[in-house]
């Protein structure tokens, strides 16, 4: 299975910043890399899908790039909204996988 | 506006059964490939299985193949998981989603709870 390693896994940060979480996979997916924000109690959103396509309603302070390998997942002027857990995923073949994970926090 | 609203959940024994329901509205389900997808508690996200829009194709994690089932009722906009054999490491937030690669939207999960 491919696997995905994200960093880092949490990290502090202030309304206005801008923040880069990356995801590595263990072979290349091409540009078959989502990406998903999780808030508590609630079911993941998509974002970002293609590596570097943003998702009708998902605000623009939000980008993707990347390939084969190596993703970043960008969020500039961090809004308060912002503050949730963020997944990597890949769908380049199954079994489909997901990063560990990057709790963005205050 | 698009809905996934998931039942089933509980508490079973090891080596129990019990089935996940989806109710989907809102899109044309028929028309895409769906997913089931878990989260242990203060875990993160775990893929279990997709099924194609045409319901031919089925995929599966190593850890649920051979005691997991999906399958589809279009007629009725319904997803389904069928689990058997159960075992304390499949306690979990279990979500349904849209889509069976990337999916676009996700329910609010049902619980599944595996103890004796």
């Known amino acids: 299975a491919i696997q995905l390693t994200q960093s880092p896994s949490s990290l502090s940060a202030s309304v206005g910043d801008r923040v880069s979480i990356t995801c590595r996979a263990s072979?290349?997916?091409?540009?078959?890399l989502a990406w998903y924000q999780q808030k508590p109690g609630k079911g993941p959103k998509l974002l970002i899908s293609?590596?570097?396509s943003l998702e009708s309603g998902v605000p623009s302070r939000f980008s993707g790039s990347g390939s084969a390998t190596d993703f970043t997942l960008t969020i500039s002027n961090l809004q308060p909204e912002d503050f949730a857990t963020y997944y990597c995923?890949?769908?380049?073949?199954?079994?489909?996988?997901f990063g560990g994970g990057t709790k963005v926090q205050i | 506006e698009v809905q996934l609203v998931e039942s089933g959940g509980g508490l079973v024994q090891p080596g129990g059964s019990l089935r996940l329901s989806c109710l989907a509205s809102g899109f044309s389900f028929s028309s895409y490939g769906m997913s089931w997808v878990r989260q242990a508690p203060g875990k993160g996200l775990e893929w279990v299985s997709s099924?194609?829009?045409?319901?031919?194709?089925?995929y599966y994690a190593d850890s649920v193949r051979g005691r997991f089932t999906i399958s589809r009722d279009d007629s009725k906009n319904t997803l389904f998981l069928q689990m058997s054999s159960l075992r304390a490491e499949d306690a979990a937030l279990y979500y349904c989603?849209?889509?069976?690669?990337?999916?676009?939207?996700w329910g609010q999960g049902t619980l599944v709870t595996v103890s004796s």
């Open positions: 293609a590596a570097s």
């Open positions: 995923q890949q769908f380049s073949r199954y079994p489909l996988t």
């Open positions: 989603a849209a889509g069976a690669t990337a999916p676009f939207h």
């Open positions: 099924i194609s829009r045409s319901g031919i194709s089925t």
């Open positions: 072979q290349d997916i091409s540009s078959d």
